[in-house]
């Protein structure tokens, strides 16, 4: 067993691991159940956080290589007042969710997009979401809110 502790969402969480427990059920034990455990082999994206400000599908990593480190989560993502932040929000107007069950791993993959690359083109948004998997939305309306996110005019986005 090994202490760790990990700044999440701007606060101290420390706990005892042992060396094979994964980032994401660290983080699911600690109370931040927003982040999904959906395949345990990091092909559906449904438990994606950001790790120093780089997005990291947490059932990739061990929590113990997180120590020290500091991780989001869809938790933390809010805007300063406590509402949706922008991204959220689009994801609610633009209909970017059914189940919900992929809808943290979208925002925090959209988060890191919109971070590097603020205005992407629907070509940039499909290729960024690729390791992101959604079994009911068919992607359309996510690509919509996340281009809607970024500021941009989304009424021309064809359905596929």
């Given amino acids: 067993m090994a202490q760790v502790t ?4 701007g606060r101290q969480v420390s706990g005892e691991v ?3 427990t994964l980032l994401v059920d660290f983080l699911r034990g600690k109370g931040m159940t927003g982040t999904h455990v959906g395949c345990d082999t990091s092909q559906c994206g449904a438990c ?9 599908k947490s059932c990739s990593i061990f929590a113990i290589e997180a120590n020290g480190q500091d991780v989001s989560t869809i938790e933390g993502q809010e805007a300063e007042d406590g509402s949706l ?3 959220q929000q689009a994801f609610q107007d633009h209909h970017g969710l059914q189940c919900g069950f992929c809808t943290p791993g979208m925002v925090m993959a959209a988060a890191d997009l919109l971070k590097n690359n603020p205005k992407p083109t629907e070509a ?3 290729h960024h979401l690729e390791g992101n998997i959604c079994r009911c939305t068919g992607y359309h309306n996510i690509v919509k809110a996340i281009m809607a996110a970024s500021g941009q005019d989304v009424s021309q986005i ?3």
């Fill in 85 to 87: 932040n922008t991204i």
């Fill in 124 to 126: 940039d948004v499909r």
């Fill in 18 to 20: 042992e060396g094979r």
């Fill in 158 to 160: 064809a359905a596929e």
């Fill in 48 to 56: 994606t956080v950001h790790v120093n400000g780089e997005a990291v």
């Fill in 6 to 9: 990990i700044n999440v969402n």
